[in-house]
């Protein structure tokens, strides 16, 4: 089954604020304990989006409703570090969002978040601010990043080049993104070339 090539992500953005925003913010450890993602999403944010003592909404920003069905991230600097958990793309994968523009990412969250098809490409400190300021302003404005010539644009005239790892943009150019498909793809290549080595 050949992977759709991901060659540009438009959609609305929103701007979750603060640095090293870890994975288990992302999504708390006691919600791992599913057999597949499905219905992760509901939890993205979870212990931020919700005060623990009477489970109302806090003013996170994805409880605000100028943002609702936003499917672009913005962030800071070091954006999914912590525990390696797969869980934390996916939960923001299930939740809606497509992409993630931060100053830098965690490298696994990275690689993690490239096997979804979900680019995560970085930009300034000062582009992030400006496109912060842009949809605070206008919630309805539209970002596009095309990882085809390496920018992010947005409807009110930004432009900013964007950087992403060349290996993770050519893997979603080509829709070569996810290594188990890639494996399902080529099966009988495998069985072809396990059927010529001697110790298998």
């Given at each position: 089954m050949a992977?759709?090539?991901?060659?540009?992500?438009?959609?609305?953005?929103?701007?979750?604020?603060?640095?090293d925003i870890d994975t288990d913010r992302i999504i708390p450890a006691r919600f791992m304990k599913c057999v597949t993602f499905d219905g992760l999403g509901e939890y993205a944010f979870y212990d931020v989006r919700l005060d623990p003592e009477?489970?109302?909404?806090?003013?996170?920003?994805?409880?605000?409703?100028?943002?609702?069905?936003?499917?672009?991230?913005?962030?800071?600097?070091?954006?999914?570090c912590g525990s390696s958990r797969e869980h934390a793309p996916q939960s923001l994968h299930k939740y809606g969002f497509r992409a993630v523009i931060a100053e830098?990412?965690?490298?696994?969250?990275?690689?993690?978040?490239?096997?979804?098809?979900?680019?995560?490409?970085?930009l300034s400190a000062a582009a992030i601010e400006e496109l912060r300021a842009a949809i605070e302003a206008d919630p309805s404005l539209e970002i596009t990043i095309d990882l085809e010539v390496g920018k992010v644009t947005s409807?009110?005239?930004?432009?900013?080049?964007?950087?992403?790892?060349?290996?993770?943009?050519?893997?979603?150019?080509?829709g070569r993104w996810d290594?188990?498909?890639?494996?399902?793809?080529?099966?009988?290549?495998?069985?072809?070339?396990?059927?010529?080595?001697?110790?298998?």
């Open positions: 992977l759709e090539k991901v060659t540009a992500v438009t959609g609305r953005g929103v701007f979750v604020p603060g640095a009477s489970g109302e909404k806090t003013g996170h920003p994805l409880n605000d409703p100028r943002f609702e069905g936003a499917s672009i991230l913005l962030a800071g600097v070091n954006f999914g830098s990412f965690a490298e696994i969250f990275f690689g993690n978040s490239t096997t979804l098809g979900m680019p995560c490409v970085t409807g009110a005239g930004h432009s900013f080049a964007a950087c992403i790892p060349e290996s993770a943009r050519d893997a979603l150019l080509a290594p188990i498909q890639e494996l399902l793809d080529n099966v009988d290549r495998i069985e072809a070339t396990a059927s010529g080595l001697h110790y298998v």
